[in-house]
């Protein structure tokens, strides 16, 4: 497993924008696909957004399709999240992941990650 930490959270009003990153160490990050989840108080986690090993393939949630944009520099070590037109609705702890290594398929379900970050807080004012 590698080590994930977060960071780019904070405070914005809606309508503005935010970039997480997500810096991975610990093993050879082009061998990893990996995601971005987000957690509000008293909800379940929820799917975001994940890109494959060399970043050809990108899926997002519905919910911020058109508005969220992953990426990532293998060379780096990093992933990005860039968040524009965001909403209240937004506001959670954002959590990168990474899947086992190796590993081709992307996917939005968290059980198919298992290394993840401690989180980044994003709260959006109305």
């Known amino acids: 497993q590698v080590q994930l930490v977060e960071s780019g ?6 309508g503005g924008s935010l970039k997480l990153s997500c810096a991975v160490s610990g093993g050879t990050f082009a061998i990893y696909t990996m995601g971005w989840f987000r957690q509000a108080p008293g909800k379940e986690r929820e799917f ?10 990108k899926i997002y949630a519905d919910s911020v399709k058109g508005r969220f944009t992953i990426s990532r ?4 070590n990093t992933v990005s999240l860039q968040m524009n037109s965001l ?10 992941a ?9 996917s939005l379900k968290a059980e198919d990650y298992d290394s993840w ?9 109305s």
């Open 73 to 76: 520099d293998n060379d780096k």
């Open 48 to 57: 975001v957004s994940a890109i494959s090993r060399g970043g050809s393939s």
């Open 117 to 125: 970050g401690q989180g980044t807080q994003v709260t959006v004012s």
């Open 87 to 96: 909403k209240p609705e937004d506001a959670a702890v954002y959590s990168c």
């Open 9 to 14: 959270g904070g405070l914005v009003q809606a």
């Open 98 to 106: 990474a899947r086992p290594a190796y590993t081709r398929n992307i």
